[in-house]
């Protein structure tokens, strides 16, 4: 009786674990974890609907040719300017805000050794290839500011390159 009771009882974990998986997103709840995130923090995934708020930003952190993410906790926003161990506050269809730790090669030495502070807003979102991208950002906080005008903190977003 008691090899029957265990059978029941891992036949319906499985079960339960199926479920849950279905419905907290199935490979977006993967997704989530592999970012830090809890399932709750992403949208349940659906290949039939379209996802309507839905939108990515194109990250070259750790992926030179880049590759569409969502909730970053490490973001090369331009060519001067990299954030990482970013918590999200909002993402949405609109706009995202973090918050993180801004480097770039504007404030070498000294930021590649402590970080600022730094608050990121993702903006302007577009569709492209049937998926919305975030094509703006600006990077804000209370440190030095570049001296150049190229070293910019504001500024256009990488793209996936589409076809027509």
């Not at 049937?130 to 903190?153: A, E």
Request: proline content about 8%; hydrophobic content about 35%; aromatic content about 8%.
């Amino acid at each position: 009786m008691r090899n029957i009771m265990k059978a029941v009882a891992v036949t319906l974990l499985g079960l339960v674990t199926v479920a849950c998986a279905t419905a907290c997103g199935g490979d977006g709840a993967r997704e989530a974890m592999a970012h830090g995130l809890s399932p709750s923090d992403t949208e349940p995934v659906s290949h039939d609907v379209p996802q309507v708020g839905r939108v990515y930003v194109i990250n070259l952190y750790g992926a030179q040719e880049g590759r569409p993410d969502r909730r970053p906790a490490n973001l090369v926003a331009s060519e001067f300017s990299s954030l990482k161990e970013i918590t999200w506050r909002s993402w949405g269809p609109d706009e995202a805000i973090g918050d993180g730790r801004l480097s770039g090669m504007w404030c070498l030495p000294g930021c590649q050794a402590k970080p600022y502070e730094a608050t990121i807003t993702l903006s302007k979102a577009r569709k492209i290839g049937g998926k919305r991208y975030f094509t703006k950002f600006d990077i804000d906080g209370d440190f030095p500011r570049p001296t150049s005008s190229d070293d910019t903190l504001r500024g256009t977003l990488p793209l996936p390159f589409s076809t027509p």
